[in-house]
């Protein structure tokens, strides 16, 4: 409302500024035709008594006085000359003849004088008397009649303002009560179709006042419209189902890495506590040890990744940028987990026959397809493959890492790379605490990569990673 009111007040300045132009305009335009009807006016009456109008004596003052009349009073009865007076001065600026009911007009000034007196015409605005006595402002124009570079005699016509300041008071007024009835009737409507607009956001507030971390089931109400307010319902929504996701998520790494880690923690326990109860030889207490290295050996790598995936979050994961050759990091993944597909009799084929080079930190490469791998492994079933191929396309280097594995339900595609995530299916598939893809994810990001994921339920995964040739940080 109110910047509707301050452009109404700049556009009713610029109305009444040139309304009030257009009106001394037309006053001024009717004064100079009536000033050029009386200068011809007495021209033709000097030609006609033989006299030419260049004659260097000009027109007689008693000739002008006698016919003054008809020169003068000519065309009275036209309503728009009504108000209209002339009167005409000699050279030195004294009153030859004027109208009838000639108002007390001052005599033009010096300054007048001089400027009429080099050719020019002048309007003015003077203060006066009508012939009863009353105070009036008047619209003067001076027009001297210039013979041969000599001043013949000077024609002024003055007009009253007092129209002029009516229609002006007029229009004034009606601003004044239409401005601020207009900004009413506009900003009322206005107000309640806001009240209704925001009426959505009003319930979303409230919505949102009663969203917890334990009900984060709750949904905002969708309007049925096609605007922002429905936007902002479905953004909110969004985001709550990905809060929902992630509490989601790290309740379950809670639950599963509590119960990973009271199993091997307690058989750790009873077997460093079966040592110091029984003799054991120097090669069994070697054994022993060697179990409880490799247990201490797994809590540090689940650590390093949940550090890793800490300073990821944090924006401080360092990489170590260097030309990097693709092929050799990918056989360095695949010969690490040959002896486990080996048990399980899968079939690995690889098709890496030219040499990719590309900007990347190598051992953060090496954590992504082993993680992969290691991944494709786990949830491939016996006599099953797993292939991985590359191969450049433009600017980036294409990875396929695909299994014959358990495959992943549509609707959790999604998720399958969120960090805790666990799909229900692997949780039949040996242990681990859902972050080796996101650690994968991480890792590819941070290349200012991708990884996609397409699978089908009982046929397998194909895990696509796009990386550029060259790191631009």
């Not at 000077?154 to 007024?173: D, E, K």
């Not at 985001?239 to 989601?248: G, H, P, T, V």
């Not at 069994?284 to 797994?298: D, N, P, Q, T």
């Not at 990001?445 to 696509?464: C, K, L, M, Q, W």
Request: a neutral charge.
């Amino acid at each position: 409302m109110l910047l509707l009111a301050l452009t109404l007040l700049v556009f009713s300045a610029v109305l009444y500024g040139s309304f009030n132009r257009l009106l001394y305009e037309d006053l001024d335009d009717l004064l100079s035709l009536r000033a050029d009807g009386v200068a011809s006016s007495i021209d033709a009456h000097w030609n006609t008594k033989g006299k030419p109008s260049d004659s260097r004596n000009g027109p007689d003052v008693k000739d002008i006085m006698a016919n003054s009349s008809n020169w003068i009073e000519t065309k009275r009865k036209d309503p728009e000359l009504m108000s209209i007076f002339v009167r005409l001065l000699d050279k030195d600026n004294q009153i030859i003849v004027s109208s009838r009911n000639m108002p007390r007009i001052a005599a033009p000034d010096a300054d007048v004088i001089e400027k009429v007196r080099d050719g020019a015409c002048d309007f003015d605005t003077v203060k006066g008397e009508t012939i009863e006595g009353k105070k009036a402002s008047f619209r003067v124009y001076t027009k001297p009649v210039i013979k041969d570079g000599s001043l013949m005699y000077i024609i002024q016509v003055a007009g009253p303002t007092r129209l002029l300041s009516i229609a002006m008071s007029n229009l004034m007024l009606a601003l004044v009560i239409l401005l601020p009835l207009t900004v009413f009737l506009a900003g009322m409507p206005g107000l309640v179709l806001v009240r209704l607009t925001l009426k959505p956001v009003d319930k979303m507030i409230d919505t949102l006042k009663q969203t917890t971390a334990e009900n984060l089931k709750l949904k905002i109400h969708i309007p049925d419209t096609k605007d922002e307010i429905k936007r902002l319902a479905d953004t909110f929504n969004d985001m709550i189902e990905r809060l929902d996701r992630s509490f989601s998520s790290q309740q379950r790494f809670i639950q599963n890495i509590s119960g990973e880690l009271k199993m091997p923690l307690a058989a750790m326990k009873e077997r460093f506590e079966s040592a110091f109860g029984k003799e054991f030889s120097a090669k069994e207490h070697k054994v022993i040890l060697r179990y409880g290295l490799g247990e201490i050996a797994k809590f540090g790598r689940i650590i390093e990744d949940l550090e890793l995936l800490a300073k990821y979050d944090n924006e401080r994961m360092a990489l170590e940028i260097r030309r990097v050759s693709l092929m050799k990091v990918l056989e360095k993944a695949l010969e690490g987990i040959k002896a486990e597909a080996a048990l399980k009799g899968i079939n690995i084929s690889s098709v890496l026959k030219d040499d990719i080079v590309l900007d990347a930190d190598e051992k953060k490469l090496d954590t992504l397809f082993s993680n992969l791998l290691d991944n494709a492994v786990k949830y491939t079933n016996r006599k099953g493959t797993i292939s991985v191929s590359a191969r450049k396309d433009r600017r980036f280097a294409v990875v396929n890492v695909s299994d014959t594995g358990i495959g992943i339900e549509e609707s959790e595609i999604p998720y399958i790379l969120d960090r805790f995530y666990k799909a229900r299916k692997s949780t039949l598939f040996g242990d681990g605490f859902g972050l080796g893809l996101s650690m994968a994810k991480a890792v590819a990001d941070v290349h200012r990569g991708t990884i996609t994921v397409e699978s089908r339920v009982g046929e397998g995964s194909t895990f696509t990673v796009k990386l550029p040739l060259s790191y631009e940080g």
